[in-house]
Structures are given as C-alpha cells and as structure tokens.
C-alpha cells in the first residue's frame, strides 16, 4: 500500500513538473496565510488478526482460543483542520479525523475448540489527531496536485466497546481546483498505519482479570476523500 502510495505521488510529480518549471513565478505569488479545511469521504480498513493472551494464574478446564480475526469493511471518513499556507509550495496543519468501518463477524480459532465464526453488525471507530506536512506542486494552472505526510495518534475503539491508543502515521497525495477568493476543492487519497493495537485488560495480577488480551495488529486504512479549503 506504501508503494501504490509513492507511485501516486511521483505520478503527480510527473504531471505537473513541466508546468512548475515554466512558470516558477506563480509560487512567489501565491497566497500565504492560515486556512481551514474540511473534508469527507469513505474509509476502507483492513481486517485485524490478533493474538489472544489470558491470566497466567488462571487454569481452563479447556485450552481457550489464541487467536481472533475481525472482519473489517468500509465505513464513513471525516476530517477538519486548521493550517498555514506558505508563500512557497508549504503547507503545515493540524488535523482531526473521525474514520468508521463495519464489523461483519469476528472468528476465534486455536486452543481446543475449532473455529468459530460469529456474525455481528457493529462498528469499529478511530478517532485521529495528526500534524500534516504537504508540499504543493504548483504550476500556472488552477490545478494543484499536492502530496504529504504527517504523525501522531489514533484511538481506536472496537466492538465490545474496548479502547487503545497507538502511534500512528499516514501518507497522502491529491489535488485541488482553485474557485478564488482564497476558496478551493480537491479530491484526496490518504494511507494511515498505527503501531500495534491491545484490547482488554493492560495488566494481569494473580487475583483477576482473567482476560483475554487482543494484540499483535496495527489499524490500517484507506480514505478517499472530498476536500473544501479556505485561505484567509
């Protein structure tokens, strides 16, 4: 996915290079200044494989599960953000993002028992605070092809309605229709990736919980996105 994301990127260096290099003046005349933006779309997640760990002071009658696989769809992408425009081809921004996706059935397998599959109709929802980086490639159209980058954090809520927090980071590439008086549209691609995610209990003492834990997977997505931006 990192690498469907370059190409994207290099393939909209490619387009607009040849204009930015004629028309080198229309960075220096860009607009500088702070913008907000919103932006909504669909979100794309990836299934999640965990492992499943217990208490180690507890004893089963029967080997329990070992391991658990969600199976994760598409969901609602949502995003708002309040950034600075350099005079350059810059952009930095701080953006929230609200990401969603179905919860279709959750399989445990290991242990003792065979697998068993359980339908369900839930959702997985993430929430998102990231510092952005973009680099514009501006050229003498009204088209402007952009790529970014940014880091920060995810909190990620399942459907037994446990919770975590990880690292996360994400990569994007799109472009945007200039309408004037600093107002724009844009159509965007964006790739998130957490550290690895744990649900359930964080720490086991002698006297309890008994479990299970869920980890071993980061949270992936895909977000295509619409884009409205204002430059003040």
């Known amino acids: 996915m990192l690498k469907c994301l370059a190409l994207g990127g290099l393939s909209a260096v490619a387009f607009a290079g040849a204009a930015a290099a004629q028309d080198d003046d229309a960075t220096a005349e860009r607009k500088a200044g702070v913008y907000v933006r919103l932006g909504a779309g669909v979100n794309f997640a ?41 005079p350059g081809r810059t952009r930095t921004e701080l953006e929230y993002r609200r990401l969603g996706a179905d919860i279709d059935a959750t399989t445990f397998s290991g242990g003792f028992n065979p697998p068993a599959t359980f339908s369900l109709d839930e959702n997985l929802r993430v929430q998102t605070l990231m510092s952005n980086v973009y680099f514009d490639i501006t050229n003498a159209s009204r088209l402007t092809p952009y790529v970014g980058v940014g880091v920060g954090g995810a909190w990620v809520r399942n459907e037994l309605d446990e919770r975590d927090a990880a690292f996360a980071y994400q990569g994007r590439a799109g472009v945007e229709l200039a309408l004037g008086g600093g107002l724009s549209v844009g159509a965007e691609y964006v790739y998130l990736r957490t550290l690895d995610i744990a649900f359930g209990p964080k720490e086991f003492e002698p006297t309890g919980p008994v479990g299970p834990q869920a980890d071993g997977a980061p949270y992936v997505s895909s977000s295509i996105m619409a884009t409205l931006r204002k430059t003040f």
């Open 46 to 86: 990836r299934d999640l494989d965990q492992d499943l760990t217990y208490n180690p002071s507890t004893i089963f009658a029967v080997t329990p599960p070992t391991r658990k696989a969600t199976d994760v769809g598409s969901g609602g992408a949502y995003a708002a953000a309040i950034g600075f425009q350099y």
